[in-house]
């Protein structure tokens, strides 16, 4: 089975402008996740998706991050304006269903803020 | 917040040796799970082990489960070269949230 692909790889921006990043999860998959990974740590959740509702964005930085996921398949997360302290590896994840297996992710988008 | 941490930060071992990974959490969890991250790659699952388990075993994977110390281990067998890299424990609560740790480093040396 195809895996979840993330667009673009790589992203170099100035501070202050806006980046998108796009996600298409495993078909089938109703959760999709995104993860920002800062170098050196763990990933952290920034929102989960059932389907195309939001079920849990808590961690999200609304006043500049937004996300959303049309027809629940494919995902964008939206940075508007960045900040140098965005500079991270934005992970997106899908599962099946909790509980039963593992989450599958993409490779991930290297932002970088200068 | 991070629910888990793992122990040792880093870990450096000659290729066939043993390595043993600890990670301890917070809160109750569904179930933990291990993940592998290569150098600039994304995340891949190694075993996931619920609530109700003490211990698993996949291939040369071995993890046990505490959950009265909220304590998990992963235990990598006979290990390889190809084996270097980082090790995320996760933590599943209610309403499906996975939440990592900060990782070990683990460098196996040929």
């Known amino acids: 089975e195809a895996g979840v692909a993330q667009s673009p790889r790589y992203k170099i921006i100035e501070k202050r402008q806006s980046v998108a990043f796009w996600c298409n999860p495993i078909?089938?998959?109703?959760?999709l996740y995104w993860y920002q990974q800062i170098l050196g740590q763990g990933p952290k959740l920034l929102i989960q998706?059932?389907?195309?509702?939001?079920?849990?964005d808590s961690q999200l930085p609304k006043d500049r991050f937004s996300a959303e996921r049309l027809k629940g398949v494919d995902s964008t997360l939206k940075i508007q304006p960045a900040k140098l302290e965005d500079s991270a590896v934005y992970l997106c994840?899908?599962?099946?269903?909790?509980?039963?297996?593992?989450?599958?992710f993409g490779s991930g988008t290297r932002l970088t803020v200068v | 917040s991070q629910q888990g941490e793992e122990d040792p930060q880093a870990l450096s071992i000659q290729e066939g040796e043993n390595a043993t990974m600890n990670c301890s959490y917070k809160?109750?969890?569904?179930?933990l799970q291990w993940y592998r991250q290569n150098s600039g790659r994304g995340l891949v699952h190694l075993i996931l082990i619920r609530s109700n388990e003490r211990e698993k075993h996949s291939g040369r994977l071995r993890v046990t489960l505490d959950t009265s110390k909220k304590s998990s281990s992963l235990l990598i067998t006979a290990s390889r070269a190809a084996d270097t890299a980082s090790y995320f424990c996760a933590t599943e609560t209610s309403g499906s949230r996975l939440t990592f740790g900060e990782g070990t480093q683990l460098t196996v040396n040929p």
């Open positions: 078909s089938g998959h109703a959760t």
């Open positions: 994840a899908s599962s099946l269903f909790w509980g039963l297996d593992g989450y599958t």
């Open positions: 998706f059932q389907n195309n509702g939001v079920v849990d």
């Open positions: 809160t109750s969890i569904n179930n």
